[in-house]
């Protein structure tokens, strides 16, 4: 698996895009069976939280 981060100015704030590419469909159903979507999600508003706390 590999995996894909950006982050780039947006106006006042920041984007921050992230992926993965999985070397097989079965790895990526794998994944995803085991949370890893939610937890990629859980990650990123823990992260915006510390973000805005830095304002």
Do not use: I
């Not at 085991?34 to 823990?46: H, I, K, L, P, S």
């Amino acid at each position: 698996m590999v995996g894909v981060s950006e982050l780039a100015p947006d106006g006042d704030g920041t984007l921050y895009r992230t992926g993965a590419r999985h070397w097989t469909e079965k790895a990526r159903d794998e994944h995803k069976a085991m949370g890893f979507e939610d937890g990629w999600r859980t990650m990123a508003d823990q992260l915006a939280a510390v973000a805005e706390g830095l304002k």
